[in-house]
Each structure stands twice: as structure tokens, then as C-alpha cells.
């Protein structure tokens, strides 16, 4: 059997999960109402499949032999994914705002996530620099620069249904929802279960499958 260079496999499952992510608009969900259609169940299921796939393999493709992608590239991914896998109590809204806060590590690469929909609302980007400006965020990715303010950070929002993002070390278990970490050069997430919950945000039980560690 051929072996698979590590950086073509790289090119691969970056078009891979682009081009899953543009093909379906409507992120697959646990409680998605598929089984309405045989067919519409079965390209459900299939999506869901290949989405939880192509996350999977970006989680174990050694960033030192990512040429093609950098780590930010694929964080970018997975913070779509983590906003795909989430449900929010209202459903009804026309946009979804990202805010970034206190930094952008991605830099041009949040450009992935402009002109992508999540259950047909637009994805926005906004930076923010202080805890006031988090009225208009349902998702917040707090930079590493932050943590020492982490705990106004999350008082400011606590109990409203903000989905928290980090990859800060131990930020998961400082009560922010999604916390990725990069360990042997792979990209790996946590999910604190609890705070999502609390949140009134229910986390997909695809998401929790691929998750290192659940805190709950």
C-alpha cells in the first residue's frame, strides 16, 4: 500500500471539509429533523458522517507536517464546527456574531468563516476589547492575551447563552465551554459541558464524541 505524504494528506482534508461545509448549509445537529424523508435522512446522516470525519482527522494530522495548512487555518475550521455543533435557545435569527476578543491569533484566516451561513443566519465577525462591547456576541473566542481577566470575562456573561471559545491551557476547566490544545503537535478540544448547559446551549452529541475531555 502507498503511503500518503503527511502534508498531501493535509491538502485533502482542508478541501474536504471546505467543501462539506459549502455543500450544506445546515450543519448536522442530533435533534436535526431528518427522518421526516428517507432520502433526506440518509444525506443527513451521510453529512454528518464526513463532517465528524474530516474534524476527526484535522484533530490527528501532526501540525509539524502541516505545510499547507497552518495552526490557525485549522483552528479557524474547528471554531466554525464548534458553532455548527451548537444550539441556541432562539433559532430564529438572522445572523450569528463571532466576536474575537482581546486579539485575533487567526488573523486573515477568519476570513473563512465570512459568507458562511449556520442554520441559514450569517456568520459575523466583531472584535471587541472590553466586556461591554459582548452585547450583541452569541459566540466569543477568548484570545490567550485575556486569561488573566478570564474570570470578569465570564461573570460579565454568566447564564446568557454565549457560546465561549479558548486554547488557552486549562481554560475548560476554568469554566470556558470549548477549549482547544495543541499536545504531540495535534490539535485537540475540551468541552465543559456544564458552563454550555447553564448557558442554555446544547453542544451536539457528535461534537462531545470527538472531544478529549468532557467536563460535566
Known amino acids: 500500500m502507498t503511503a500518503i505524504c503527511p502534508a498531501c494528506l493535509m491538502r485533502i482534508v482542508n478541501r474536504l471539509i471546505v467543501q462539506c461545509i459549502e455543500a450544506f448549509n445546515n450543519p448536522p445537529f442530533i435533534r436535526l429533523p431528518c427522518t421526516r424523508h428517507r432520502l433526506r435522512h440518509k444525506l443527513c446522516y451521510f453529512f454528518s458522517i464526513l463532517v465528524s470525519g474530516s474534524l476527526l482527522l484535522y484533530s490527528s494530522v501532526p501540525l509539524a507536517n502541516a505545510t499547507e495548512v497552518s495552526e490557525y487555518r485549522l ?46 443566519a450569517d456568520i459575523l465577525i466583531q472584535y471587541t476589547k472590553h466586556v461591554s462591547e459582548f452585547s450583541d456576541c452569541q459566540a466569543i473566542f477568548i484570545s490567550g ?4 481577566n478570564l474570570d470578569n470575562i465570564l461573570n460579565r456573561i454568566k447564564n446568557k447563552p454565549i457560546l465561549t471559545i479558548s486554547d488557552s491551557i486549562n481554560a ?25 448547559q447553564n448557558a442554555d446551549l446544547e453542544i451536539s452529541a457528535q461534537l462531545l464524541r470527538l472531544a478529549k475531555e468532557v467536563f460535566r
Not at 466576536?99 to 484566516?109: D, L, Q
Not at 492575551?145 to 488573566?148: K, L, N, Q, W
Not at 476547566?173 to 459541558?193: E, S
Request: glycine share 6%; net charge positive; charged share 20%.
Open 75 to 120: 483552528k479557524a475550521a474547528f471554531l466554525y464546527n464548534f458553532i455548527a455543533y451548537t444550539r441556541w435557545p432562539d433559532q430564529t435569527i438572522d445572523s450569528l456574531t463571532v466576536c474575537i476578543h482581546a486579539g485575533n491569533p487567526f488573523g486573515e484566516n477568519l476570513q473563512y468563516l465570512k459568507n458562511k451561513k449556520v442554520n441559514d
Open 145 to 148: 492575551s485575556a486569561m488573566g
Open 172 to 196: 475548560g476547566r476554568q469554566g470556558v465551554m470549548i477549549n482547544m490544545t495543541v499536545k504531540a503537535d495535534k490539535i485537540n478540544f475540551d468541552v465543559n459541558l456544564n458552563a454550555a
